[in-house]
């Protein structure tokens, strides 16, 4: 079952507009990863935040984590034609070691950035 | 070299027939994934190996075997599948819960899209 809910699901901007999306999520967690997949192909890891961090930057990214409301957002700045892809957060559960790794992956939202 | 590779890259094959799907990573990482996508859909976990041990099984049918030959090698072994098994199965790998650095951040291979007839 999906842990992560998102939303949007779907967001359409043009180059140079912030793309903002969130990623709810229902159980304690160790950390949340956010994930990038272009049309057909593997994901790529983006960003992680920790569960005891509340903002992480990692170029054009910004990501923000509220354990008490149990919810995260991506904030993609100045965004490209290129950042087109469909967005996925990922928790891992903090019941360690049963989870082995096990990532619960939100539905995702398809974002399509216009020039 | 953090790569994951993954043969074939498209795959038909008939309900009757047996075929393997085979990932490969040399980053030495001791956790390796098996995931299966629809088209639209996130990826839903399939099996977790650990050290060359399977450690998870999320209720996959048999039809589905994978095999972890040695830390690199990943495969997924299929036989007598049906067609609601068209997917993307993405293969995935990523350090074990020891390292802190980057505790449990995976990396995809570009996946083998699976279609059965």
């Known amino acids: 079952s999906q842990q992560g809910e998102e939303d949007p699901q779907a967001l359409s901007i043009q180059e140079g507009e912030n793309a903002t999306m969130n990623c709810s999520y229902k159980?304690?967690?160790?950390?949340l990863q956010w994930y990038r997949q272009n049309s057909g192909r593997g994901l790529v890891h983006l960003i992680l935040?920790?569960?005891?961090?509340r903002e992480k930057h990692s170029g054009r990214l910004r990501v923000t984590l509220d354990t008490s409301k149990k919810s995260s957002s991506l904030l993609i700045t100045a965004s490209r034609a290129a950042d087109t892809a469909s967005y996925f957060c990922a928790t891992l559960s903090a019941k360690m070691p049963d989870s082995w790794g096990k990532l619960q992956f939100g539905a995702g939202t398809q974002v399509v950035v216009t020039p | 070299d953090t790569e994951v590779t993954q043969t074939p890259k498209h795959l038909v094959m008939g309900m009757t027939n047996k075929k393997s799907l085979k990932c490969e990573q040399h980053m030495g990482h001791r956790a390796m994934y098996w995931y299966k996508q629809k088209a639209k859909k996130p990826p839903e976990l399939m099996f977790v190996y650990s050290y060359e041990k399977l450690s998870i099984n999320e209720s996959v049918p048999s039809r589905f075997s994978p095999e972890c030959p040695n830390s690199s090698l990943l495969n997924l072994h299929l036989h007598a599948l049906q067609p609601e098994d068209s997917a993307l199965y993405l293969c995935?790998?990523?350090?074990?819960?020891?390292?802190?650095?980057?505790?449990?951040?995976?990396?995809f291979g570009p996946g083998t899209r699976l279609t059965v007839t």
């Open positions: 935040i920790r569960s005891n961090e």
């Open positions: 159980t304690s967690i160790n950390n």
């Open positions: 995935a790998s990523s350090q074990d819960r020891t390292t802190e650095a980057h505790p449990y951040e995976q990396y």
